[in-house]
Every structure is written in C-alpha cells, then in structure tokens.
C-alpha cells in the first residue's frame, strides 16, 4: 500500500532558544536542525504499513527550507522510497493552515489511502496541520494514534485520550493518522540504507504561495526566574511563609 | 542524557559529506542508545556484549567498505573512519572487534583470498554470522612479526600448522581464524583455520585491566591440518598481513580521537557543572588551560585523521602517513583521558564516568597495532631513509 509522510525540519529539541530581532520568530544564529521526533514514529508506521500490505512506495514530504534535503535523505536511508521537498525559506511565515494547503495539494497528486504525521510539531506546538489536510482532502483523521492495523479499507486504531484512558476507533480509508509516542520503535538509519539513499528520488519543488489566515505578532521568552528569598529557619519561619504564598504568592 | 556534541572547532565536520554524515549520526545513535547504557557494566564484568553484535552487523558495522557483491556496502574510506571514531567513542574494545572483523579478517579475504573463500566468507562475516579474527603476533614476536616461530608444511594435499598466537581480539569466539605461519623456505603464508579444527584451540587471556569488553585470546596450533584451499592463495610473505594492518591502524587512527572527544566531553560538562569556591571548576585558569590544550590536540587529530582519509581515498595514502596519524592520535588520545579522568577528581575513578575506562582501553590501543615507539620509527625512516628498527 502507498503511504504519504508529512515531516517537519524543526530547532532540535535541546536548543536554547531567544527571539529574533523581529520579535516574531526565534534566532535561527547557531540552531541546529533535525526531524521532528513525532515524525520518526510516523515514517516508522508507513514503512510498517508499506511491509504488513506486502509492498508499495512510501513518500516523505516536507515543506521547508533547502537545507531540510538532509532530514529527507536521512528519512530515505531509513526506508522510505521517494522525498518531495516543498521549498520555501520563508518557513515562519506560514501558519498551519498555508502549510496544510500546500502538503494537501501534493498529497492528492500522489492518490495515496494512508497519510502518516507526526502528532504535532515540536517547534509550534499548534498540532493542526494534521486535521487541518484531513479536512482540506476530505478524509478521515484520527490524532494521536498509539498502535494501528490496517484490514482492507478500514484502520482499527487506538488512541490516547484524558487521562491516560484509551479509545479504539475505526476509520475508513483514506485517512490521516497523527503519531503519538508509543506508536512503535523508531529503526536505525544503516549504513546500508545510507548507500541506497543516494539512489532514491528526492525532488524539490517551490511550495505553492498560500497566504496564512494568521501572523504571529509577538513571540517571548518566559520572565527569568527570580532568586528565592529565605523566610527564616526552623518552625519559627512557618506562619510567615504561609502568609506571603497566600498573599502575595496566592499560590494557597 | 544531554546528547554527544562533538567537539569541532574548525568546522570539520563541514568538510565531510552528506553521507558521512549520515553514518555518523547513525553510529553515533547507535553508540549512544546502545553501547553507552551497557559498556560500563561490560567492562565491569569483563564481557563483550556479544548481544549486539546482530545489531552491529545489520548496521553494517562490518566490512563496510567491503564490495557490495560480497555483503559489504562499497563505503568509502573517509565514511569508514567517522564510523571507527563514533564507535570508539563508546569504547575501544567494541571498535577493535569491528576493526578485526572489517579491516583484518575481511580484507585479507577480499585481497588475497580465492573466489570460493570470498564467497564463503565475507557474506557471513558482514552479517555478524560468523566471526574471525587475524593470528600474527606471537608470546616472542610483536614488533618484529618476521621473527615469528609458527610454521606451515605442505603435507600431501593440504598443510600442517604448528604455533601460538598471542593478544588475539576476538579469538575464543572465532568461526574463522586468519592464522600466519612461515613455510620451510621461511616465506609467511596466511591460512584460514576454522572453529573446532584439530589439534586448535583459544583459550581466553584473563586479567585484563583494559579493553575487558572485548575478547582476547591465545591461539593454540598443534598439528593442525588444513586443506590447501585453506591457505589464502595471494598472500606470499610479511608484506600480506603488514598491508592488513595498514588498514586497521587507519581505523583506529580515527577511532582515537573519538575517545578523546568523549573524555574531552565529559570532562567539559562535568567542569561546567562542578562548582568549586562558588563558581563552576570551568572557569579557573588551570582548568581552562587543560580544556584549551586539549580542545586544540584533538582539533589537529581530526585533521590528521581527515586527510589521511582523503588520501587513502585518492589510493595515495602510505603506511608512514598511517604510522604518524596512529602515532600521534593514539598518544593524544591517552594523554587526553589521562588529564580527563583527572579534571573529574574522585569521580574519575568510576565506571559511571567514561573517561577512566578510555583511558585503561587506550594504553592497550598505545601498544597494539604497532607500538608508539615502532611507528616513531617508521616516521624515522621516512623522513631519513635510514631503518633503523634493528
């Protein structure tokens, strides 16, 4: 079975981040770049959906900058068969739903039944594109998938749902499944699958221009955290303390 | 876990491609989630983590510069080395294991075995399936390995061995046995001696203090017969195994720096953590000092061992420019792990901490694969054209 993988390009998730001179976006100065960890639970699944159907080609499509050929080709020498690049170096000007149009128009062209996400992105944080091209395309959408099968038309997936509980839906294909962490194990990238990278298809195309329907307007840090203050020792300094986190804290 | 950065001052790693990069981030994952969690407990207990050798040989851990029709990827030599480095960088012994299997036992295959043996072989040896390992040195012969006393006669058909071997990596779990031996007209010949042969044994050498995560072992040749289409046809004279142990010192040129670069890291993290008088250990000047001399030397081993890849990959690269990098990364490395395992203080001395165990592992790195002292000599006669080995 064909499967489409959407992937994200995000600041690797140790990065300390500031805010760039536009107030809108971080500092790109000295950030380095991988894939989205919930990404690799999705092209894990697509290359086991792509197993279990007894074959097919699995697609991983991104939209970002050039450089984001090195998180696709990595994704190829993990398994996958073809990348798609939707270029654009203006990554953070998009919201959600100018990347969802953009990956929903490539996704149709490729007329695939099963579309794999990560379940958000963990440079945003927004977690809409996934629902967003499943509307756009008219397809079923179940997020935060932790263990799916697919039977003929239908995927029998659990997800994760408040508090820890479980839910078992069906959904009919075609849909889009957002991966949750539990979904499976992530394989190595072999040296193996390096060398046949380098013989795989990865096309870069400009994304389509879409125009967000919402900017950003101020991106900031949390405020640094202030020095404790020490409100004596012993049981003497309770009721002290108790007051301020009442009254000024009103934390109690 | 705060992840391996690697230290690159001159931005190296620029230097290296798309695919060089890849193997690294692979083996460097590989290290991280799966050797790091386990090596210290290994080295405790004195065990290689024969475990992972299926993950390593589906990684292509083995022989991967090996041509793709005999189970190997065809890698090149730079690619190669960044793998050596990244997987000593968890530990010496797990990359000497690999080093064996690639560049001593593979490769002699490959360049001077028969067809039938290349097929036999190098698939199994690529998937971990089996495991060899190279008998040159003996109890009485390691610098000088043309003063070796095992021996090979041509006895009807096939051929006789007698000999020890001594400091074999891998030898009591071997499936095959690269065993050298001089012929009665004192020409060294190489032979295959396969698992449960008669009249051969390996017994394990115990009482280790360094590489305990990897097998070492004696060979035992007691009249062992081989068939002659054991014996590795192109392989005539000292010339054979010395060109296989070009290839492993090359390995292990780059894999020193990936001890130092761990030590290095460690004792970095741990000097910006510590706080010592109020201020983290880091920013004193004797610990600045240290940092800096060895953010330095190890910046001039990752160049040293990045252009004898670029030259090996050009077919240019001599066995002196091997000795010199082996030399000179090898002594950095412990010189390193020395200073490291001190700047930890008594935390150094734990097996949690990796710098002390590199440190052990590479004293053995220091005198194997020719000893530092042989390979000033060959950079001695290189540059004066006078040997002066004896």
């Known amino acids: ?252 | 876990m705060k992840r391996f950065q690697g230290l690159d001052f001159l931005e190296l790693e620029g230097e290296l491609s798309e695919e060089e990069r890849m193997v690294r981030d692979a083996v460097r994952s590989f290290v991280d989630e799966r050797i790091l969690p386990l090596i210290g407990k290994c080295y405790e207990d004195g065990r290689f983590p024969s475990e992972l050798v299926p993950e390593m040989a589906s990684l292509g851990l083995f022989g991967p510069t090996v041509p793709e029709e005999y189970g190997g990827q065809g890698l090149g030599s730079v690619a190669y080395g960044v793998m050596c480095r990244e997987l000593e960088r968890g530990d010496s012994g797990i990359r000497s294991m690999a080093s064996v299997q690639g560049s001593l036992v593979m490769f002699p295959i490959l360049e001077y075995g028969s067809e039938e043996q290349k097929k036999r072989w190098l698939p199994k040896l690529a998937k971990g399936e089996a495991i060899g390992c190279f008998g040159l040195t003996e109890p009485d012969a390691g610098s000088n390995p043309g003063g070796m006393l095992s021996r090979c006669k041509k006895d009807g058909t096939g051929w006789v061995l007698n000999g020890r071997k001594m400091w074999i990596t891998n030898g009591t779990v071997s499936d095959v046995s690269i065993v050298w031996a001089k012929d009665d007209a004192g020409v060294v010949r190489g032979f295959l001696v396969e698992k449960g042969t008669k009249g051969f044994t390996a017994p394990e050498t115990k009482g280790k203090w360094s590489l305990r995560a990897s097998v070492t072992s004696e060979l035992v040749l007691d009249d062992v017969r081989v068939p002659d289409s054991h014996r590795l046809p192109k392989a005539e004279g000292l010339k054979a195994p010395l060109s296989c142990l070009t290839q492993a010192r090359y390995g292990i040129a780059w894999g020193a720096v990936g001890a130092a670069m761990a030590c290095f890291e460690e004792a970095l993290n741990y000097s910006k953590d510590r706080i010592v008088f109020n201020k983290p250990l880091a920013g004193f000047q004797i610990p600045q000092m240290k940092l800096a001399d060895m953010a330095t030397d190890i910046t001039l081993g990752q160049l040293m061992s990045l252009k004898i890849g670029r030259l090996k990959e050009l077919g240019r690269l001599s066995h002196f420019q091997v000795s010199m990098a082996k030399r000179n990364n090898v002594s950095m490395a412990l010189r390193i792990s020395r200073v490291c395992r001190d700047m930890l203080g008594a935390n150094g001395i734990l097996l949690e901490y990796h710098s002390g165990r590199h440190m052990c592992n590479l004293e053995t790195v220091y005198t194997y694969e020719g000893t530092h002292d042989i390979h000033s000599l060959a950079i001695g006669e290189a540059v004066t054209g006078l040997p002066a080995y004896r």
């Open chain 1, 1 to 252: 079975m064909d499967v489409a993988v959407c992937v994200k390009r995000v600041p690797s998730t140790d990065t300390r981040v500031k805010v760039g001179a536009s107030g809108t976006s971080i500092d790109p100065t000295g950030v380095q770049y991988e894939l989205n960890p919930f990404d690799e639970f999705a092209v894990e699944e697509a290359l086991r959906v792509k197993e279990k159907t007894g074959g097919g080609t699995v697609t991983v499509i991104c939209l970002g900058p050039g450089d984001a050929q090195k998180e696709l080709r990595n994704e190829l020498a993990r398994g996958a068969d073809k990348a798609v690049l939707l270029k654009d170096d203006q990554l953070e000007a998009r919201d959600a739903y100018s990347i969802a149009r953009a990956l929903a128009d490539q996704i149709q062209k490729l007329n695939v039944r099963v579309v794999m996400m990560g379940k958000q992105a963990v440079d945003r944080d927004n977690g809409h594109v996934g629902s967003m091209v499943a509307a756009m395309l008219g397809y079923a959408c179940v997020t935060e998938v932790v263990k799916m099968e697919i039977q003929g038309d239908t995927a029998r997936c659990e997800r994760e749902i408040e508090g820890g509980a479980r839910e078992v839906v069906e959904a009919q294909l075609p849909a889009v499944f957002t991966a949750q962490k539990g979904l499976n194990e992530p394989r190595y990238v072999k040296l193996p699958g390096i060398m046949a990278a380098k013989k795989k298809p990865l096309e870069e195309v400009a994304a389509p221009a879409v125009a967000p329907k919402l900017t950003v307007v101020e991106m900031s840090l949390p405020p640094a955290r202030q020095a404790g203050r020490f409100m004596g020792k012993g049981k003497e300094a309770v009721p002290e303390l108790l007051r301020r986190l009442r009254e000024e804290s009103k934390v109690l």
